[in-house]
C-alpha cells in the first residue's frame, strides 16, 4: 500500500475539554480526534502515523482554523463527513488537503491569527487602540508569557481593535506565539482599557531588561485560533462540514446572548 499524508483544518468549542493534548484520564481534543481516526479505520497508531499538530491550546481555549496532519493508507477515508461521524458536534473537521510525507503540521506553518472576545465594561477604546500600535513589530514579550526556556522574542505582524455590539473584538497575526501570550495581552489591554494603567506602561513591559511585571492571563474561554498559515498548503472545503458547524455555533452564540442580556438587566 501507498502512504499518503493528509491535513485536516479542525475547529472546536473547547469549553469542556482540559486543552488540545492528550492528557491521561483527561478529556482532550486531541484525545477524541483520535479516537475518531482509528473507529473510522484512517489511522491505526498515532506515532506510526506521525500524527502533528499546529498548535497546543490550553483548557477552554476554541479554535475555527486549527490544523492536523498524519499519514495514512486509507486515504480516501480521510473525508471531514468521515471523521466527523465519530466525533461529537463540539469538534468537526471542515477541510483537507495532501500534503508531503516531510510535513509537520506545527513546524511549517508560518503564521497564526486568535482572536479574543471581550465584553465591553466600558473601556476607552482609543487607549487600547493606541496599545495595538505599540505591540506591532518585534519585541520582547517575557513580561506577556510563561515560557521559562528559549527566545521571548516574537515578531506579531498585526492586532486590530473593534467594537461589536456589546462586545470588544481583538484580533492578533504573528508568526508564532509564547505559553499564554494572547491572554496576558489582553490583560494588558483591558488594563489600559479601564484607565488602571496607560499606554506608557505598555512600552515598559515591553523591555524586561529593564522592567519585570507578572500578568494574569485572560480568562479562556474568550480565545479562538482562527487560523493557521501555510505555504503552499491548498485545503478543498467541505461545505456540509461548514454548514453543520454553524448550527453548532449558533447555538453557543444564543447562549452566551442570553447570558449578556441578564448581567444587563443585573446592571
Do not use: C
Amino acid at each position: 500500500m501507498t502512504t499518503t499524508k493528509i491535513a485536516l483544518k479542525l475547529a472546536y468549542i473547547g469549553t469542556k475539554y482540559s486543552g488540545f493534548q492528550t492528557q491521561p484520564g483527561r478529556l482532550t481534543i486531541e484525545g477524541t480526534l483520535i479516537q475518531a481516526l482509528k473507529k473510522v479505520g484512517i489511522i491505526n497508531d498515532q506515532q506510526m502515523a506521525r500524527f502533528s499538530a499546529s498548535g497546543r491550546t490550553d483548557k477552554g481555549v476554541h479554535a475555527l482554523g486549527a490544523v492536523v496532519a498524519f499519514e495514512t493508507d486509507t486515504p480516501m477515508l480521510a473525508t471531514a463527513r468521515n471523521v466527523n461521524s465519530e466525533l461529537p458536534s463540539d469538534i468537526w473537521t471542515w477541510g483537507r488537503a495532501h500534503v508531503p510525507l516531510s510535513f509537520d503540521a506545527r513546524r511549517a506553518a508560518v503564521g497564526r491569527s486568535y482572536r479574543y472576545i471581550l465584553y465591553d465594561s466600558g473601556y476607552d477604546i482609543h487607549a487600547m487602540r493606541d496599545v495595538s500600535e505599540r505591540l506591532q513589530g518585534i519585541h520582547d514579550f517575557k513580561n506577556f508569557t510563561l515560557e521559562k526556556n528559549g527566545s521571548t522574542i516574537r515578531e506579531i505582524k498585526s492586532v486590530a481593535v473593534r467594537v461589536l455590539g456589546s462586545f470588544v473584538i481583538i484580533d492578533v497575526a504573528a508568526d508564532s506565539f509564547l505559553w499564554n501570550m494572547v491572554r496576558r495581552i489582553v490583560t494588558g489591554f483591558t488594563l489600559v482599557g479601564s484607565g488602571k494603567r496607560d499606554v506608557a506602561w505598555v512600552e515598559e513591559m515591553l523591555n524586561p531588561d529593564q522592567h519585570e511585571e507578572g500578568l494574569m492571563a485572560a480568562p479562556p474561554h474568550g480565545l479562538i485560533l482562527t487560523q493557521v498559515d501555510y505555504n503552499d498548503v491548498n485545503f478543498v472545503e467541505d461545505e456540509y462540514a461548514k454548514t453543520r458547524a454553524t448550527k453548532m455555533l449558533q447555538k453557543e452564540i444564543l447562549y452566551h446572548g442570553v447570558m449578556t442580556e441578564v448581567l444587563k438587566m443585573l446592571r
